[in-house]
């Protein structure tokens, strides 16, 4: 089990950029741990944006945010950072961080959340 802590959202106009900031409260190089960005907006269903295994830095990311959102993670710091570039209106959610000790291959499974920050695009 692991508490991840969210932090960098905020209000951006659209085309601007923004980091998101992931602190793992335990290690992300501890074993295989998957760690993925979510969002969701009211009344949707909540998306999978992108996900990093910690032992490979393998990445995955919806079709939506490709070539415009790179998730990194810096293992001395235990964060695991979202840095969204090009953001438009409909990037606006609240963003949530979550962890698994499982493959990155599936957007389900995870069983860490932290409580979110919110991302707004004008």
């Known amino acids: 089990h692991v508490q991840l802590v969210e932090s960098g959202g905020g209000s951006v106009q659209a085309g601007g950029s923004l980091r998101l900031f992931c602190t793992v409260n335990g290690s992300i190089k501890r074993g295989s741990l998957c760690v993925g960005w979510f969002r969701q907006v009211p009344g949707k269903e909540r998306e999978g944006v992108a996900a990093i295994d910690s032992d490979t830095v393998t990445t995955r990311y919806a079709d939506s945010v490709k070539g415009r959102f790179t998730i990194s993670q810096d293992n001395d710091k235990n964060t695991v950072y979202l840095e969204m570039d090009s953001l438009r209106y409909e990037d606006t959610a609240m963003y949530y961080c979550?962890?698994?000790?499982?493959?990155?291959?599936?957007?389900?499974?995870?069983?860490?959340w932290g409580q979110g920050t919110q991302v707004t695009v004008s």
């Open positions: 979550a962890a698994k000790a499982r493959s990155c291959s599936q957007w389900n499974g995870y069983n860490n």
